[in-house]
């Protein structure tokens, strides 16, 4: 969406990716909207980890969790009555995240959008800035697990039922596919990683690289690599990303690498 100011009493929304947390993976187009915006929106975690000037002079509304839907019609509303606003989002905004809800919202009150694109008489704009999401912060920090295929999952049977993960999870366990688990395990659903763990195992060599990053570039950052036999689930929680290795993957020097077959065509040493 062009960055030129709106006119008078044209609103805007723009879905802002944060990245992982570290001000340093805060993409200069997400800093940008967040500068232009008159209106921040957000889970108030993610707020916190936004610096101080950014947020200076403007509407702040900071929500709990599990209140997304309430959050993006909000955004809707600030942005139908003129206000800049920017409704963010950690990771990248598409992935797990708020972006899709904000159209379903858009398409359900029946709203013409101009999507990354000036409104025309009639339209909202509605922009989006790509961020850093979570799997990449996690591979980043792991070393190279995801240089061959991939699969991202959420174990949240909040929004979709578990019986549905359970199918995706064996299919990508059946394919031989990389692992991202997202939302891996909480207080409330501590079982459900223990259940993913004990399925993999029908598939895959109890010395499968298994890696962890928890608050990845945040505060309180802790890495670790053990294998899909040794995981301690317990040691996991809603702050982790887990990358659990194909049949191909290899642990060498505290690293997880995935070969995408180089080795096969290309002399290496």
Avoid at 8 to 16: A, F, I, K, R, W
Avoid at 132 to 151: I, Q
Avoid at 192 to 215: C, D, F, K, Y
Wanted: charged share 20%; aromatic share 6%.
């Amino acid at each position: 969406m062009a960055q030129s100011d709106p006119g008078p009493g044209q609103g805007e929304l723009h879905l802002v990716s944060l990245g992982p947390g570290g001000q340093a993976l805060l993409t200069p187009a997400a800093r940008q909207a967040l500068e232009r915006a008159e209106a921040i929106l957000g889970y108030r975690t993610y707020l916190e980890l936004l610096p101080a000037e950014l947020l200076q002079g403007k509407k702040v509304l900071a929500w709990s969790m599990r209140q997304e839907v309430e959050r993006v019609q909000e955004a809707l509303s600030l942005a139908g009555q003129g206000l800049r606003v920017a409704l963010v989002g950690s990771g990248d905004v598409g992935v797990y995240s708020l972006a899709g809800l904000a159209l379903e919202v858009a398409r359900a009150r029946g709203l013409r959008l101009a999507f990354q694109r000036p409104a025309r008489v009639g339209e909202l704009a509605v922009g989006l800035t790509p961020g850093v999401s979570a799997l990449n912060a996690a591979a980043a920090l792991l070393g190279a697990p995801l240089t061959h295929d991939f699969m991202a999952l959420s174990l949240s049977d909040l929004l979709t039922p578990w019986p549905t993960i359970v199918k995706r999870l064996k299919a990508a366990a059946e394919a031989d596919l990389v692992l991202c688990l997202y939302n891996p395990r909480s207080r409330k659903r501590d079982w459900q990683l223990e259940e993913v763990r004990r399925i993999m195992l029908e598939h895959r060599s109890p010395e499968t690289p298994v890696g962890v990053a928890r608050n990845a570039f945040r505060p309180g950052q802790e890495v670790w690599l053990t294998s899909l036999a040794e995981l301690d689930v317990k040691a996991v929680d809603m702050l982790c990303l887990v990358i659990v290795g194909n049949s191909e993957t290899i642990a060498w020097e505290g690293l997880m690498i995935t070969p995408r077959g180089y080795e096969s065509r290309y002399e290496l040493s």
